[in-house]
């Protein structure tokens, strides 16, 4: 057996004088050393062993006893010995560590003293420097202070660096517990004892690192199939027990964050937002924030008070909603139930900033996600609400609603734009600017995407057109017109448009889509009652077709309230399109159906005052004049407002150009016609008139002078009766034509009748034979001529060119040398429409005394 110090005793072969126990200071100082054991050992060694076949009464010997035992003592004073003399080693060391101690704490005495004197020394320099005088005693204390800062700072450190080593003893814990026994006790008990405020924060902290640990330490909980075999017993890591590490922590960390959720909402409530940002951090880790964020946006107050509200019909008064479809109506403005919304979410976005800015570490995001909860809930249910309430009224009431709506909402970004919200008072961000515009954006796309928005205006304005010029369009398709000629070809095109406009119109009222209150305003513009169920047998009046000013100025009202709504609902790089396309309409619904449509039924009534036996009626004239005033307007409204618009888009506006100047162009070349076919009517008619001149009218018998059929009231007549009708007509037809046209248009259509008549009377007084009293007849009649056609407003060429005429008059009563002196200046002033030798030889030879030998010696001076 072994010796209790080590040695080794023989059992079987003692020998006479054994060898005693030896031991040393280690055997003392182990802290299992027990006496009575060790007195016991020393007893058992010593005795002598017993053999099997002896005796078993043996005397007791007591010797080896007293041998061993006296060996043990004297072993055990040299081990004293030893002791002591280590002892007095190490205390002779300490004293000398005590000694070396002293020196060094001397040592750094007196540095800090220096360094205390050196950092005076420099404060006070720095004092001094600044013209400021210290005593010892403040710059001792001022030295004191910062010291003390710096051991506080130091002592904070150290603090954090306690905490950290506490954490990660915690943590390893943990991990022990949950790879061990699949469990999370500590930390379990930990938040039952302590969760709450900042520690729950902690403890997600540690959840999060134990997850880490899980990824690193447990590969296998985190493979596809996301558990472990049965079967295995270890991870070769760790001594993992086959729990599933992965999952344990996944539901504690769902628990975990459902109480932190809890505890976020409790600390909102109470509007702790120290809390709630130190909540909104760790839940950060867990998924991006995203549950805080729906927690925060989804349970607000405002969003659970609106949800009760929404199903509240829009109870706007049916006066509005009248307002709304009446296009002679200005509009009413945004619906009161979505104005009211919007107001209220102003105020809210506003307060709740201040709060997200606080509660929030990654506030822009959770800004981002409040202002989409507003757009996409909120405001976007009740606008849907209010335009299917204005579509069943009338598709202007919808676009009216849909203009007022977007226009109401834009102020509200434009608003908040402004506030700042998180960043107030300075504006907001850019990010948040760009969500604030996307979601105006987003709440229109379904009425704005594509060509929607401007085909739901192209189809309105028509309705609105068609109603107006319903009657108009109904007179025009049942006129009668000239069959032959190309003028009438082109009256036979615009007949058919306006039979199609009519159709169309008919067909619209027809339809099962119209709503009641915008069939009702259609047929009160079209000035119809729902009772006439025939559109077809509708009785007409001629006021009815002839061009209203009144009407184009509402059809260009309406449009330009199209135009407005166009430029703030739609996008920049669409509204030259967009413009382009209401320009089209407007050409083809004033421009053609109403302007061409007028002019067309104007050239009609003077091509058949053309042939006329009696004298033509110019009645046509002044409704003429409406004409040209709604095409001065609608060309003036083209030019500043639509072709404007245009400009950005350079093909376009040429397009646009192009297209108005053809249409302008049409309509110029049927006001010609008409202006050619009134100046043909009259000089047909005066044609007509001077072909019934009486060929006696100017060679008068002596007894015609005598008191024949005028007696003295021959010379005291101003005129021939031809010439009096001729020139009461042409006096008719200024006044008819000044009512029709003005400007240089008049002034052109007086000119050219002017200079036709002229021709007419130059030829007329060719045929006449003249004596001397009928040449007094003839100077009046060229006077009165004259005087009539001058009263028209010409230019001082054709003033000119009428005034021949009184040449002609002077030509039958003056003498041959008056005459002769004549040829010689109508020689020098052989001008065009002026008096030509051919002319004037024409005239002297209708003179009663051209044989005389006076008159024949100037005709052969010719």
Request: glycine content about 6%.
């Amino acid at each position: 057996m072994a010796s209790p110090d080590g040695a080794h005793i023989s059992s079987g072969n003692r020998a006479l004088f054994p060898t005693g126990p030896s031991f040393t200071l280690e055997r003392f100082s182990n802290k299992d050393f027990i006496v009575r054991d060790f007195v016991e050992e020393l007893s058992e060694s010593a005795a002598p062993a017993r053999r099997r076949s002896g005796p078993t009464n043996q005397a007791f010997d007591p010797k080896p006893l007293i041998r061993t035992f006296e060996n043990a003592l004297a072993q055990l004073a040299t081990l004293t010995e030893e002791l002591a003399e280590k002892e007095t080693e190490l205390l002779t060391s300490v004293r000398r560590a005590e000694i070396q101690h002293d020196q060094t704490l001397g040592e750094l005495g007196r540095k800090l003293d220096q360094s205390i004197d050196s950092f005076e020394a420099l404060d006070g320099s720095l004092n001094h420097a600044n013209g400021t005088q210290i005593n010892d005693r403040t710059g001792r204390h001022d030295a004191g202070g910062n010291i003390a800062v710096q051991i506080g700072e130091r002592l904070e450190e150290l603090d954090k660096h306690r905490l950290r080593a506490l954490d990660a003893s915690f943590l390893i814990q943990c991990w022990t517990e949950l790879s061990e026994a699949g469990q999370l006790t500590s930390l379990e008990e930990m938040i039952r004892r302590r969760g709450g405020g900042k520690d729950m924060v902690r403890f997600a902290i540690i959840a999060r690192q134990l997850m880490r640990m899980s990824q690193r330490l447990d590969p296998l909980s985190w493979e596809a199939n996301g558990s472990k075999k049965a079967s295995r017993t270890s991870n070769g890591m760790l001594g993992n027990k086959g729990y599933n590490t992965r999952e344990i922590i996944e539901k504690f960390l769902e628990t975990l964050e459902k109480d932190l959720l809890k505890q976020f909402d409790e600390s909102y409530r109470r509007q702790n937002f120290d809390d709630m940002l130190e909540c909104a951090k760790v839940l950060r880790d867990f998924n991006g924030g995203a549950s805080v964020v729906a927690l925060f946006v989804n349970q607000h107050q405002f969003f659970i008070d609106r949800s009760q509200l929404i199903t509240d019909d829009v109870t706007t008064d049916n006066e509005t909603w009248e307002k709304l479809a009446d296009p002679d109506s200005e509009p009413p403005g945004v619906d009161p139930t979505l104005q009211s919304l919007i107001d209220e979410i102003k105020v809210v976005m506003q307060e709740e900033s201040f709060i997200i800015k606080r509660a929030f570490p990654y506030y822009e995001i959770v800004l981002t996600k409040f202002i989409q909860r507003v757009f996409q809930q909120s405001i976007q249910q009740r606008l849907e609400m209010v335009l299917e309430k204005a579509d069943s009224i009338s598709s202007l009431a919808l676009l009216r609603s849909l203009h007022a709506s977007r226009s109401y909402i834009h102020s509200l970004t434009e608003d908040l734009k402004a506030h700042g919200l998180t960043e107030h008072p300075e504006p907001c961000s850019v990010h948040t600017a760009q969500s604030l515009d996307h979601q105006l954006d987003e709440l229109f796309v379904p009425y704005l995407v594509g060509n929607s928005y401007i085909d739901r205006e192209r189809r309105n304005l028509e309705e609105l057109y068609s109603s107006l010029l319903f009657k108009f369009t109904i007179y025009h398709s049942r006129r009668k017109r000239p069959p032959t000629s190309f003028i009438g070809h082109l009256a036979h095109q615009g007949t058919q448009l306006i039979s199609s406009a009519k159709d169309n119109y008919i067909e619209r009222l027809n339809s099962s889509d119209l709503t009641p209150t915008q069939k009702s305003m259609m047929l009160r513009l079209a000035g119809v009652g729902d009772s006439e169920k025939n559109k077809n047998e509708i009785e007409v009046a001629d006021d009815d077709g002839v061009a209203s000013v009144s009407n184009a100025k509402r059809m260009l009202k309406w449009l330009a309230e199209g135009v407005r709504r166009t430029l703030e609902l739609d996008s920049g790089s669409d509204t030259a399109k967009d413009v382009s396309a209401l320009l089209n309409l407007l050409l083809t619904s004033m421009g053609q159906v109403y302007i061409e449509t007028s002019l067309d039924a104007t050239s009609d009534q003077a091509l058949i005052q053309e042939s006329s036996k009696t004298e033509p009626d110019l009645a046509y004239l002044p409704s003429f004049r409406a004409a040209l005033t709604i095409t001065n307007i609608m060309s003036r409204f083209i030019d500043t407002v639509l072709i404007r618009l245009a400009e950005s888009n350079t093909t376009v506006r040429r397009g646009m150009e192009a297209q108005t100047k053809s249409a302008i162009e049409r309509i110029e070349t049927r006001t010609n016609n008409i202006i050619r076919s009134t100046i043909a009517v009259a000089q047909n008619w005066i044609a007509k008139l001077l072909a019934g001149q009486k060929k006696l009218d100017f060679r008068p018998k002596d007894s015609d002078l005598d008191g024949g059929r005028s007696g003295s009231g021959y010379f005291e007549a101003l005129a021939t009766p031809t010439c009096l009708s001729i020139c009461t007509f042409l006096g008719r037809v200024a006044s008819l034509a000044s009512e029709a046209i003005d400007g240089q248009n008049l002034e052109a259509f007086s000119c050219e009748l002017a200079l036709g008549v002229r021709d007419l009377i130059f030829e007329h007084f060719k045929k006449f034979q003249v004596n001397a009293t009928g040449g007094l007849m003839v100077t009046k009649d060229m006077s009165r001529y004259v005087s009539t056609l001058k009263e028209l407003p010409l230019t001082s060429e054709v003033e000119g060119g009428v005034e021949v005429l009184g040449e002609i008059g002077n030509l039958f009563i003056i003498g041959p040398e008056a005459l002769r002196e004549r040829s010689r200046n109508l020689q020098q002033n052989a001008v065009s429409k002026k008096l030509q030798k051919a002319d004037f030889r024409a005239y002297i030879t209708r003179r009663d005394d051209s044989g005389s030998i006076g008159i024949q010696g100037v005709l052969a001076g010719l």
